[in-house]
């Protein structure tokens, strides 16, 4: 069969409310042009994050139904710790409400300020919290990984000669930790390969310093081994998950993404002390430690979503369905981040509106006119998230100024990925009336969540 279908039947529905272009006009209007500031109820197809927004499965609804509210020892928990040990191999399991809380943390316990942190490209709150408690956040990736239209398997790889030179140049004891973000979100949602892995962590160790993943979208990654790294097609995805993991001190997660849960997250490491140091910070912030952040059936609802996302049809189906979308976009000549990534396709922006300047934000823009045009919520991966400097207060462009259409995981058909393929069309199609942006208010911080912008 030539058509590759969903490997689900729906169960339960949610409606959609249409609106019309003047309605969606208004409602940009109010939320000061930031797309983050709309009322979803008025987003016809939201894709704005991968994050949290996953249908669950029947077996986990019912998981949720087990799940034992008991505030120290739930049966929950011990559900939960042992998948997490049995997928990824780590000792120690520190639950968490998302992947953010993990890594505050993880900084919070192992990074002094004017410390640095070295990885492919961290997310923002990564950054964030890297940046807030007055450490440094430094991103080597490939330069092919800065190259929109460059196809490789691999574009979220480290540069390993950068980072044997910012080893030398920082020196290895103002180096916490470097990490590796997988799949590369805020560059493309790009793979990194085994091999990169297994050098970078090398590298790391030779330093002295421990080598933590950024675990979001373990699973999609893994697939990207299996389909694209020569020795390892015949290998299931779980092997290769192991493996990953293998060469890593610890890892940040969010279960948000994919462990196919609404909310979650965890911290591992094989570290005695620093687990210690780690829940005692866990406690007075987010919860005992067998919880977390997290209810019981949260917990649960994990434990069987780590399991499903490792499944090759699923698996399948999920990275096939995102290539369909960039696919159809490049078949209509509108550029893209090449090859497809794992969990969204990237609209580059300053390719398809050469005219916009980065600095009066591009993708923010486009993102903007998929709304008004189809109520379409994408988001800006570029110049508005990434070009502030909070320490000089200075802006400066982003490597790429993309728009990330993120693919909640079993949530939209194929009907619904047509309607988006045509609202970037028509938005093409008028690209040269697309004007640029300047931004009325914003914060120092994560300044993207809550700028408000107006039309240079
Ligand atoms: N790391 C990566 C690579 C992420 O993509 C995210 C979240 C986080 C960490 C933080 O996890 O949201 O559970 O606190 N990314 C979402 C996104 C928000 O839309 O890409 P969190």
């Given at each position: 069969m030539k058509t590759f279908i969903e490997p689900f039947k729906i169960k339960a529905v949610e409606p959609i409310q249409m609106t019309t272009r003047a309605q969606r006009e208004q409602k940009i209007r109010e939320a000061g042009l930031n797309p983050f500031l709309l009322r979803a109820e008025d987003v016809i197809i939201d894709l704005l994050t991968d994050s949290g927004t996953s249908a669950m499965s029947s077996e986990q609804w019912a998981a949720m139904m087990r799940g034992d509210e008991s505030y120290a020892g739930a049966r929950s928990w011990f559900r939960f710790e042992a998948a997490v040990q049995e997928i990824f191999g780590f000792k120690h399991v520190i639950p968490t409400h998302q992947g953010r809380a993990a890594e505050r943390i993880l900084f919070g316990t192992v990074l002094k300020p004017k410390q640095t942190v070295i990885n492919n490209t961290h997310f923002d709150t990564t950054r964030g919290n890297i940046e807030f408690l007055g450490g440094r956040a430094v991103d080597l990736v490939v330069e092919e990984g800065k190259d929109p239209a460059h196809e490789a398997p691999f574009k979220g790889n480290m540069d390993t000669d950068k980072l044997r030179s910012a080893i030398k140049e920082i020196g290895p004891a103002q180096i916490p930790l470097v990490m590796i973000t997988v799949t590369n979100n805020s560059g493309g949602g790009q793979p990194v390969s085994m091999e990169n892995i297994r050098q970078v962590s090398q590298i790391a160790h030779e330093n002295g310093i421990p080598f933590y993943i950024d675990a979001c979208r373990f699973a999609e990654n893994a697939y990207f081994i299996k389909k694209r790294e020569p020795g390892y097609a015949d290998r299931p995805v779980k092997e290769i998950v192991k493996e990953m993991f293998s060469y890593a001190d610890g890892c940040t997660m969010s279960a948000k993404k994919d462990a196919l849960a609404n909310i979650g997250g965890f911290l591992c490491c094989n570290d005695d002390e620093l687990a210690k140091k780690e829940q005692e910070l866990l406690i007075i912030t987010e919860g005992y430690s067998t919880y977390g952040g997290l209810a019981g059936r949260d917990m649960d609802a994990i434990a069987v979503g780590?399991?499903?996302?490792?499944?090759?049809?699923?698996?399948?189906?999920?990275?096939?369905?995102?290539?369909?979308?960039?696919?159809?976009?490049?078949?209509?000549?509108?550029?893209?981040?090449?090859?497809?990534?794992?969990?969204?396709?990237?609209?580059?922006?300053?390719?398809?509106?050469?005219?916009?300047?980065?600095?009066?934000?591009?993708?923010?823009?486009?993102?903007?006119?998929?709304?008004?045009?189809?109520?379409?919520?994408?988001?800006?991966?570029?110049?508005?998230?990434?070009?502030?400097?909070?320490?000089?207060?200075?802006?400066?462009?982003?490597?790429?100024?993309?728009?990330?259409?993120?693919?909640?995981?079993?949530?939209?058909?194929?009907?619904?990925?047509?309607?988006?393929?045509?609202?970037?069309?028509?938005?093409?199609?008028?690209?040269?009336?697309?004007?640029?942006?300047?931004?009325?208010?914003?914060?120092?911080?994560?300044?993207?969540?809550?700028?408000?912008?107006?039309?240079?």
């Open positions: 780590l399991h499903e996302v490792l499944e090759e049809d699923y698996l399948e189906y999920r990275t096939r369905s995102t290539a369909y979308v960039a696919n159809a976009l490049t078949a209509r000549g509108i550029p893209v981040v090449k090859p497809a990534g794992g969990h969204a396709v990237y609209l580059d922006a300053r390719g398809i509106v050469p005219h916009i300047p980065p600095l009066q934000y591009p993708g923010w823009s486009l993102s903007v006119e998929l709304y008004l045009e189809a109520g379409v919520r994408g988001v800006e991966i570029g110049t508005v998230m990434f070009g502030y400097d909070p320490e000089t207060d200075s802006e400066k462009p982003a490597a790429m100024d993309l728009v990330r259409l993120a693919i909640p995981r079993r949530v939209y058909t194929q009907s619904h990925m047509d309607y988006v393929v045509e609202a970037v069309e028509n938005v093409h199609k008028r690209r040269t009336s697309v004007k640029g942006l300047k931004i009325v208010s914003a914060p120092r911080f994560l300044r993207h969540f809550t700028a408000r912008f107006d039309w240079v």
